[in-house]
């Protein structure tokens, strides 16, 4: 639609998550209207995130360091280990300020639709870290939906026979939901985890 350096620009914005066509072009237009500063910045904040960010050789989280700000503390419970799919679990868990132990990012969740099966998937290394008998729970916090419930059942079989604790963050109604509006699978769910009142 527009011609060279600009319409390059909308189609890298496009290719990112989340940006549609309309965002794509929208961001685009908003860079050319900032002033070269800003521009010059946002440039050199990505290329620097490119240049030092990295995965932690523990947990694979991301990191500017060997080994990530939660490994590297030793408040952390190291007898309690988070299953996650990507870096941003752990973000998103943390938040919560509920669990205090380790992490392990999977890279991603099983998906034989995609190509993507255990040894595309960080198990190998889950498991070498489990060897040393030090963690006796594992949390699985996949995502609910097929592939993350997939890599779930997965794991909980892998995972059989170690004497561990192995669990799952529990899912159901949200706060505020109507039950008119949820599916089949989540009121399951939520029948299956109910508590005492």
Do not use: W
């Amino acid at each position: 639609m527009y011609e060279g350096a600009l319409q390059s620009l909308i189609d890298e914005l496009g290719r990112l998550p989340g940006i549609g066509p309309k965002s794509a072009q929208r961001i685009a237009f908003h860079l050319l209207q900032v002033d070269d500063a800003d521009a010059r910045r946002l440039a050199a904040t990505i290329q620097r995130v490119r240049d030092t960010v990295t995965t932690c050789t523990t947990c694979f989280n991301v990191s500017e360091q060997s080994t990530c700000r939660v490994c590297r503390d030793e408040r952390r419970d190291p007898t309690v280990l988070c299953v996650v799919e990507e870096a941003r679990d752990v973000v998103a868990i943390e938040r919560t300020r509920e669990f205090s132990g380790r992490y392990h990012v999977l890279g991603g969740a099983l998906s034989p639709i995609d190509g993507i099966g255990p040894d595309q998937l960080r198990v190998r290394e889950l498991v070498a870290r489990l060897d040393d008998g030090s963690i006796t729970e594992v949390i699985l916090a996949t995502n609910p939906n097929a592939s993350g419930e997939a890599t779930a059942s997965f794991l909980t079989r892998s995972l059989d026979g170690r004497g561990l604790r192995v669990t799952r963050l529990a899912s159901g109604l949200p706060v505020g939901g109507d039950l008119d509006y949820a599916d089949e699978v989540t009121l399951s769910r939520a029948f299956a985890g109910r508590r005492e009142a």
